[in-house]
């Protein structure tokens, strides 16, 4: 007797826990209402036994991390084999002209080892850092970085792009490539870093604007947590490298604390030290390769089902906000993406739909 009134009480409270309306699962912080509202009642009815997919970059943080880092090196002048390579690992064609400059590949890295090693000569001689970021030297190496990633962007796509920024990682060992990382996270993390700043050179023929600083909202943090007392797995499958993602992601206090084998992000061929070149056995997370990600290592443990919640910013992330017939939302957070493109008809269903439907548009939480 005294048996079956212990189980009635702990089937009663765990009607309760599922059900309950009032079980606050995500605090109101920025969220949109319905917003909200809908992510609520996703977490009440779905629980355990389902999983969550986010992008990371300008998704589950504000901004992009593989850029902040490329941010730091370049402000830090913190290289190791990048400009042995002249800077250009990971680019198609070296001898292929940059879009409307007249100059190759080859010529602006050549380039670019010149004016890094001249910069490099200056601090080994004792000059501060302050007094060599004013030089005009460093002024048209940073410009001419940009202009050099700008470039193949335009010509080769993000694919290329996703390449060559952690290349510049080139012949760290992991853990030092880790203690850059979070150098500077340290150095870049917060709202109040937020910015965009206009890198030209001194004769103003290359640069352009560049976007700083990276935070990661209460909201977030909070809808990562409460997912996970709706015994929710969260994952995250980015097109960043998953190196440089997992130092945020998994810091219990900056980040999401999350387990390093639920991050997934490009990879690079295993070796002592950072090769450059994507691993083939490896289903890489960018567009149609996020489905395949999911499907290999995330869905076998939860019987092939797909993902209750999928959250993305980008046409990147398109094919995996729309994969699963059974994801019950896509969270879609609107950083400013064409009407016209393919994850603005999203949002466009999302608006259409009073957030009320399979798609949920969530403004930036930058706007805040």
């Known amino acids: 007797m005294k048996k079956a009134f212990v189980y009635i009480l702990c089937l009663l409270s765990a009607v309760s826990c599922i059900w309950d309306p009032t079980v606050d699962f995500l605090t109101e912080g920025n969220w949109d209402p319905e917003v909200r509202e809908s992510l609520v009642k996703m977490m009440i009815r779905t629980g355990k036994g389902s999983y969550a997919v986010f992008d990371f970059d300008k998704t589950s943080i504000v901004h ?5 880092l490329w941010v730091y090196q370049i402000e830090h002048l913190r290289y190791a084999d990048a400009p042995d390579h ?42 501060s850092m302050a007094s060599v970021r004013a030089s005009d030297t460093y002024l048209d190496f940073r410009a001419r970085m940009h202009s050099l990633y700008t470039a193949m962007d335009e010509q080769y796509g993000s694919w290329v792009a996703y390449l060559w920024q952690p290349a510049l990682l080139a012949g760290y060992t992991e853990a030092e490539a880790r203690e850059l990382i979070q150098d500077a996270i340290n150095e870049h993390l917060g709202k109040d870093k937020l910015a965009v700043e206009q890198w030209l050179s001194p004769d103003g023929l290359w640069g352009g604007d560049v976007e700083r600083g990276i935070w990661v909202s209460p909201e977030m943090k909070d809808l990562y947590k409460s997912l996970e007392a709706a015994r929710i797995d969260a994952y995250v499958c980015s097109a960043s490298l998953e190196l440089i993602v997992e130092v945020l992601a998994c810091d219990p206090v900056l980040g999401f604390g999350m387990p390093a084998e639920r991050v ?105």
Request: include cysteine; proline fraction near 8%.
């Open 86 to 127: 002249d800077f250009l690992d990971g680019i198609p064609s070296t001898e292929d002209e940059m879009p409307g400059t007249g100059l190759s590949y080859a010529a602006m890295g050549k380039v670019l080892s010149a004016e890094y090693r001249a910069l490099k000569d200056k601090l080994d001689a004792g000059e």
């Open 64 to 68: 992009d991390i593989s850029q902040a």
């Open 264 to 368: 997934f992000g490009l990879r690079f061929v295993p070796g002592e030290t950072i090769i450059p070149e994507f691993d083939p056995a490896y289903k890489q997370p960018n567009k149609e390769g996020k489905v395949d990600c999911i499907l290999e290592y995330m869905a076998p443990a939860y019987g092939f089902a797909g993902p209750v919640l999928v959250a993305g910013d980008s046409n990147g992330d398109v094919p995996m906000l729309t994969a699963f017939p059974d994801t019950w939302h896509g969270l879609i957070i609107d950083v400013g993406r064409s009407p016209e493109s393919s994850i603005g008809q999203l949002a466009a269903q999302a608006r259409f739909e009073r957030n009320r439907g399979r798609y949920l548009l969530q403004p930036s939480f930058e706007r805040f």
